[in-house]
């Protein structure tokens, strides 16, 4: 900042604009994706500083965030000023290199201005979002999560919409002159309005969430090998539908379906569910009403909508030998062929009361030889790549109070969720189906 320019800095705007700046960064901010990411509209301002009161002028704006309002400690403040000062102080000498002028802009300036503007505006976020990846490389968070992928559609989610506020920035420096301290509002109050709605929906999505995950807790209470299956399942669930390019909105709905898959097991006797021996008939087919019980439970939950049918056909079979409807190949819908398939791996890879858990390597050998009769090929795949590409995360089930694992020549036998099992526990007629 020593080396200037400090050519049409003016004070009084100077201190308004910071001002402005501290209360704009003080607000909540917007919440995005899965609620771990978000942005505050204080961007806008930050980029009118640029153009009202020059690049030494908007590191001083950016420097204010250290007085926002805000509970954080003072390594943390100190960091968000420098990030902001550098940032703008950066945009700054690039508006100025590709022909801005420092001032209120008028009438005779438009539209020359949009082309150093939108120069600024772009070096603001390249610099802003190094300075956060430095960060966290610093802090060892890149390399903790090295072998998990980088979900690039929040970080662009965020970034766009960090350079659509930034946009408005013009338009606050264009009406300063003549409305000064009261053209913020004038430009932001909208989004303010917008950003409370959003923020309101985000609340919404989170009880959602939490009303589900309090539903497969009820489910997984009555069996002890199966607790966290339907999260895993859902996971999966959303790892499969992520691979095959479906939008964010769509995933979590086939999401939803994969906690709630197993919702119809309520209705079963916990004695069945936890049978180590061979199903009865009345049992067995006890158990193959699940998932239209489900279905009934669930319905009336409007949000749900495609997972309905996730929920209901999970146990369908490409070859028509599934259940409760006996559907055939893409009869099926899309989002039980999915679920099908994030079930049957979580099963075959956890330990239950009857066996041990396989191995991965297993599981999606046992995956791939059903193709065909019981799973759809592309959800395999899919579930392979992102596997493959992200992990998966086995459960580590410990022995109960007093029980223990079925002997190894134990009769064949069908569980909860499935059909008869053959010796080797194959998948086309495994006990985990």
């Known amino acids: 900042m020593l080396?200037?320019?400090?050519?049409?800095?003016?004070?009084?705007?100077?201190?308004?604009?910071?001002?402005?700046?501290?209360?704009?960064?003080?607000?909540?901010?917007?919440?995005?994706s899965n609620g771990k990411m978000g942005m505050s509209p204080s961007s806008a301002v930050s980029l009118a500083a640029v153009v009202l009161v020059g690049p030494v002028g908007a590191a001083v704006v950016g420097f204010a965030s250290c007085l926002t309002i805000r509970k954080q400690i003072l390594v943390k403040r100190a960091f968000n000023g420098s990030q902001f000062a550098l940032a703008a102080y950066a945009a700054g000498h690039?508006?100025?290199?590709?022909?801005?002028?420092?001032?209120?802009?008028?009438?005779?300036?438009?539209?020359?201005?949009l082309l150093p503007y939108v120069a600024a505006v772009l070096t603001h976020t390249v610099v802003n979002s190094a300075l956060v990846a430095v960060l966290m490389w610093t802090l060892g968070a890149v390399q903790a999560r090295r072998k998990r992928p980088i979900h690039w559609r929040p970080l662009a989610a965020v970034e766009l919409s960090s350079i659509g506020y930034q946009m408005l920035g013009l338009a606050i420096a264009a009406v300063w002159g003549g409305v000064g301290i009261i053209a913020p509002l004038l430009v932001l109050l909208p989004l303010f309005i917008a950003r409370w709605t959003f923020a309101q929906q985000a609340d919404e999505a989170r009880a959602h969430e939490a009303t589900l995950a309090t539903l497969c807790q009820a489910v997984e209470t009555k069996d002890y090998y199966t607790r966290g299956h339907c999260m895993r399942v859902a996971e999966g669930s959303a790892m499969i539908a992520r691979e095959l390019g479906m939008p964010a909105e769509r995933v979590q709905k086939i999401r939803y379906a994969g906690m709630l898959h197993d919702i119809g097991k309520l209705g079963?006797?916990?004695?069945?569910?936890?049978?180590?021996?061979k199903l009865?008939?009345?049992?067995?087919?006890?158990?193959?009403?699940?998932?239209?019980?489900?279905y009934e439970i669930v319905r009336e939950i409007s949000f749900l909508d495609e997972a309905l049918a996730g929920i209901r056909h999970h146990h369908e079979r490409l070859d028509g030998r599934g259940y409760p409807m006996g559907l055939v190949g893409m009869e099926i819908p899309e989002s039980a062929r999915i679920i099908t398939v994030a079930d049957v791996f979580d099963c075959l890879t956890s330990t239950r009361s009857y066996r041990k858990a396989w191995s991965v390597e297993d599981a999606i050998t046992e995956l791939r030889a059903c193709v065909g009769t019981q799973f759809d090929g592309r959800m395999v795949e899919a579930l392979v790549r992102a596997v493959e590409r992200e992990g998966w995360k086995t459960p580590d089930v410990a022995e109960p109070?007093?029980?223990?694992?079925?002997?190894?020549?134990?009769?064949?036998?069908?569980?909860?969720?499935?059909?008869?099992s053959a010796p080797a526990e194959a998948v086309t007629g495994g006990r985990d189906r």
């Open 3 to 32: 080396v200037g320019p400090y050519s049409g800095i003016n004070l009084k705007t100077l201190v308004l604009v910071a001002v402005l700046f501290v209360v704009a960064e003080s607000i909540s901010t917007i919440v995005v």
């Open 401 to 420: 109070p007093g029980g223990c694992y079925a002997r190894a020549d134990a009769e064949p036998a069908a569980d909860a969720t499935g059909t008869q």
């Open 268 to 277: 079963v006797p916990t004695k069945v569910l936890q049978k180590t021996g």
């Open 280 to 294: 009865t008939d009345e049992e067995y087919a006890a158990i193959k009403l699940h998932p239209t019980r489900g």
């Open 94 to 113: 690039v508006y100025l290199l590709c022909g801005g002028t420092v001032g209120e802009p008028v009438r005779e300036d438009f539209p020359m201005v």
